[in-house]
């Protein structure tokens, strides 16, 4: 857990167990953090969806699509572990990049130079304005931490904002046993 400090580009926010909508016991990768507002993305609300299902005429590759925010739900983004190969990659963080050139993207794929599992495809974005995050996190809406490569790349999303929260430490540790519905505690 980063306490009291500023979020930035490559962070992860983890909601709060309150959060609700889109954002229920999300974790969201920050991509952009400065003074005009952020951009991050939703790492752990698969969908059931492959890209070359979604995508007219996308060549067929094994990587899963998840929800990424309630922004823009119809525009598509991606994370991934191929900046290296892929031209017009932004870095994140160290090795972990965020978009690239959709076209260089298709014949990669179609070449086979590309591994599924560096890759994670986010239909929508989570976004905030000026501010707005800092407030979010003042009034305890999200914990913010640092991620790991596995975290970003977890095979297993659903359980994701549970481990995360536990392996924060004593306080997160007890958030995370939090019912989903506390209706039915």
Do not use: C
Not at 5 to 10: D, L, Q, S, T, V
């Amino acid at each position: 857990m980063i306490e009291n400090a500023e979020p930035a580009k490559g962070n992860i926010l983890i909601s709060a167990p309150f959060l609700n909508d889109v954002f229920t016991r999300s974790v969201i990768l920050l991509t952009e953090y400065n003074e005009e507002g952020s951009v991050g993305f939703i790492l752990n609300k698969r969908t059931d969806y492959k890209l070359h299902e979604i995508i007219e005429d996308f060549p067929e590759f094994n990587a899963p699509v998840f929800i990424g925010g309630p922004v823009q739900t119809n525009t598509l983004n991606f994370i991934h572990r191929s900046g290296d190969i892929l031209e017009g990659s932004h870095e994140i963080m160290d090795g972990i990049y965020w978009g690239g050139n959709y076209e260089s993207l298709k014949i990669l794929i179609q070449n086979n130079a590309l591994n599924p599992d560096d890759f994670k495809f986010l239909l929508g974005y989570a976004g905030w304005g000026p501010n707005q995050l800092k407030d979010e996190l003042k009034i305890n809406s999200w914990y913010l931490n640092k991620p790991s490569t596995e975290n970003i790349f977890d095979n297993e999303p659903s359980n994701l904002w549970n481990r995360i929260l536990k392996s924060m430490g004593k306080k997160y540790k007890l958030i995370s046993t939090f019912p989903a519905d506390p209706s039915v505690n």
